[in-house]
């Protein structure tokens, strides 16, 4: 059997079937589609303009890897004029985050970039081992979300930087989408679902150049390209609630492969429902960016094949059913039931009765740290108080003699000294 060929260029061997919609590509065609999706991304958002300084999150995983390739490449290509820096968090999670900052300073050299790294333990008096040492497994992502997204900003700030880039990826905007549709919490959908978010009430602004990329084919591109990435999960994260999202994902993408970037454009248009929800997309009224290609169809599809499209016998076989309910009805005997009460009018009962209206958030700063927030105090400041609230207001003195005789140490406490309330 001859081996297929490449789908675009035709002379290639095909070596590649794309998650998204399943096309059969040749190595280089995919490198090739996979960039131009991303530049049609940036261009049809107008997300850069010529000569701005854009700090890249890099946490050495493979997303923000591939971000900084691409945005490097397709800034030497198209001629953007950014000045890129990578900028990194450091959480403090030893066996985990200090390994991959030995990537981020790998990448930074072969990237020729100037490289920032910010950590928790000067923002904030806590690293996450210490975090987690107080308040266990349960919830030490809504912390580490938290102060991560505020130290990105802060670190930016450092530099003087305006625009902060992320590798969230398509597959993480829709885990995201079905995070706060699960919690009930609309209007977050407005900042989740946008690909640039930023306020009034602060100059810095955010997006996310792979918003529409698959999370797969992130994986084939750095496979295909040779990138230097970590791969190990953060040992914290497994009791997330966002892994029940991803699973729920997973599995509709491999019924329909379209499900992912069908849940962000439903969660994007639902986000537009929002009162008080203004976001670029929605100024924009940006296109969708995946480029149709000679071979390949354009539209959605409907469900029940692999490939998220319709198999062809789903109309023959409504025919058939409407004609058997054409011969049921002859058969039907009509049963006539006593007149039932008249109940109320539903419509007239809602009569003077306003529609409850979804709360409008208003942004503005922190009264503490200056940073964005909704409220007075800030998210972060306020965990912080819980953190601070509950660590130990003592100091231990632990003395340590070695005995003449005995071939072990033995520690004795010479003194406990408790330090006055702050």
């Not at 953060?234 to 492969?257: D, H, M």
């Amino acid at each position: 059997m001859p081996p297929t060929p490449c789908a675009l260029c035709a002379t290639e061997r095909a070596l590649i079937i794309r998650p998204k919609n399943h096309q059969k590509l040749c190595k280089r065609c995919f490198l090739a589609i996979f960039e131009a999706e991303i530049h049609n991304t940036i261009v049809n958002n107008d997300l850069f303009h010529r000569g701005e300084r854009v700090a890249i999150g890099a946490s050495g995983g493979k997303d923000s890897t591939v971000l900084a390739s691409v945005l490097k490449t397709l800034n030497e290509r198209h001629e953007y004029g950014l000045d890129l820096i990578l900028l990194s968090i450091d959480e403090g999670i030893k066996g985990y985050r200090d390994d991959s900052l030995e990537t981020v300073k790998r990448n930074a050299v072969q990237y020729e970039l100037p490289l920032k790294i910010v950590g928790y333990d000067k923002l904030y008096g806590w690293t996450m081992d210490q975090v987690v040492e107080q308040i266990g497994k349960k919830g030490n992502c809504t912390y580490c979300g938290v102060f991560r997204r505020q130290a990105l900003d802060r670190g930016a700030a450092q530099l003087g930087i305006k625009h902060v880039v992320t590798g969230h990826n398509a597959d993480d905007v829709a885990e995201t989408v079905m995070m706060n549709l699960l919690r009930g919490d609309l209007p977050r959908l407005a900042r989740a679902t946008s690909i640039v978010t930023s306020s009034a009430a602060s100059d810095m602004k955010r997006s996310k150049p792979l918003k529409y990329a698959y999370e797969k084919e992130i994986v084939l591109y750095a496979h295909h390209k040779n990138l230097d990435y970590f791969t190990t999960e953060c040992i914290y994260s497994p009791e997330a609630f966002r892994g029940s999202a991803r699973t729920l994902i997973k599995n509709l993408e491999r019924v329909r492969p379209s499900a992912i970037l069908d849940v962000v454009r439903s969660g994007e248009d639902m986000a537009k429902l929002v009162p008080g929800a203004v976001t670029e997309q929605a100024k924009q009224n940006v296109a969708a960016d995946v480029l149709v290609v000679e071979g390949e169809e354009d539209g959605g599809g409907g469900c029940g094949s692999a490939d998220g499209r319709s198999s062809g016998g789903e109309m023959a076989a409504m025919d058939k059913h409407l004609a058997d309910n054409e011969q049921a009805r002859d058969r039907e005997t009509e049963v006539i039931s006593p007149a039932a009460p008249k109940f109320p009018n539903i419509r007239q009962l809602g009569k003077g009765r306003q529609a409850k209206k979804l709360p409008k958030q208003q942004m503005g700063q922190c009264q503490r740290c200056g940073y964005l927030s909704s409220q007075s105090i800030c998210q972060a400041c306020s965990l912080l108080d819980g953190l601070n609230k509950n660590r130990p207001k003592m100091e231990v003195t632990v003395g340590v003699d070695e005995e003449e005789n005995g071939p072990t140490l033995t520690r004795r406490m010479e003194s406990l000294k408790f330090l006055s309330e702050i």
